[in-house]
């Protein structure tokens, strides 16, 4: 997935070069905007830790051991499904 993305957006690390690196800052600006979708995503599935259904609870409790891990615990509270 990360080579698919990589592709898709193209180059996003700076090379000193003004005219290159406004492109690949456009680039950067996709890309946390694509994490930013990403993290969404996995905060609304933490919501359903504590779900009586066991696939629904295991997938809650996944999203959030890993938003923990990254130290993100606050997309757990602003995050509502779409």
């Known amino acids: 997935m990360h080579e698919i ?3 898709l957006i ?3 690390y700076p090379i000193g ?3 290159k690196d406004s492109k690949r800052l456009e680039r950067l600006k996709i890309l946390i905007s694509l994490a930013d979708d990403l993290l969404h995503d996995i905060g609304v599935v933490s919501t359903y830790k504590d779900r009586p ?3 629904m609870q295991k ?4 999203a959030s051991e890993y938003l923990e891990l990254i130290g993100d615990t606050r997309i757990i509270a602003m995050s509502e499904p779409d």
């Open 5 to 7: 993305v990589k592709k």
């Open 10 to 12: 193209g180059p996003v």
């Open 17 to 19: 070069e003004t005219n």
């Open 53 to 55: 259904e066991w696939s």
């Open 59 to 62: 997938a809650g409790k996944v």
